[in-house]
């Protein structure tokens, strides 16, 4: 298997976790979205559980999903018109630039990476999918995600070392899908 494809390699029980995540986000998109979104959403959907479960096993996202969805997300932009392609590029260009501007920043603070470079591909690709209008509560809901994670897994370990390894990717596919549902959900919106 070539390096690109092993990277996106799950073993058989994360490919039906991912799977099942996909689906449960699925049935929200088609509970709350009109039915011509249900296509876009179960390539949202599937991509970005599977993408998490591989950052939650090896943290890493690989270039396949994060630059598979950012083409696929400014394709559709291009069919919806001018003004959203350019709206959605510039999400993409700003997802990007602003988290590769956090990392570079914490890293010559720090010392060491606290970000990887797949989490602000990732957030590249929200940008070609909704835009740069939405990007902040992306990052918001992400946040706030992780951060109750880590609260939790505190209550209840008694113990989080701040220098331990934490995907991000996850938290940020939480805020992607929910501010895709409330973009597209006429009843969210």
């Known amino acids: 298997m070539s ?21 449960t ?9 009109p039915a011509a979104q249900w296509g876009p959403g ?19 996202l690989p270039d396949p999903i994060t630059l598979g969805l950012t083409v696929v997300g400014l394709l559709l932009a291009v069919m919806e018109g001018p003004e959203a392609a350019l709206e959605k590029s510039i999400g993409a260009a700003l997802g990007y630039g602003v988290l590769a501007l956090l990392a570079w920043a914490y890293r010559n603070w720090r010392g060491r990476d606290g970000l990887g470079g797949g989490d602000g591909k990732l957030l590249m690709a929200a940008g070609a999918w909704l835009g740069w209008g939405a990007l902040p509560a992306v990052v918001l809901i992400g946040s706030g995600a992780g951060l109750l994670y880590v609260l939790a897994r505190t209550l209840v370990a008694r113990r989080f070392s701040a220098d331990e390894a934490l995907p991000f990717g996850p938290f940020l596919a939480i805020g992607i899908w929910a501010m895709w549902l ?5 009843s969210l919106g």
């Open 3 to 23: 390096g690109t494809l092993a990277s996106l390699k799950l073993s058989r029980s994360q490919a039906v976790a991912a799977v099942a995540v996909a689906a």
């Open 182 to 186: 409330v973009i597209h959900a006429p």
């Open 42 to 60: 179960a390539v949202l959907a599937f991509a970005l559980a599977w993408g998490s479960l591989i950052d939650i096993d090896r943290l890493i």
């Open 25 to 33: 986000a699925l049935a929200s998109a088609v509970m709350l979205t």
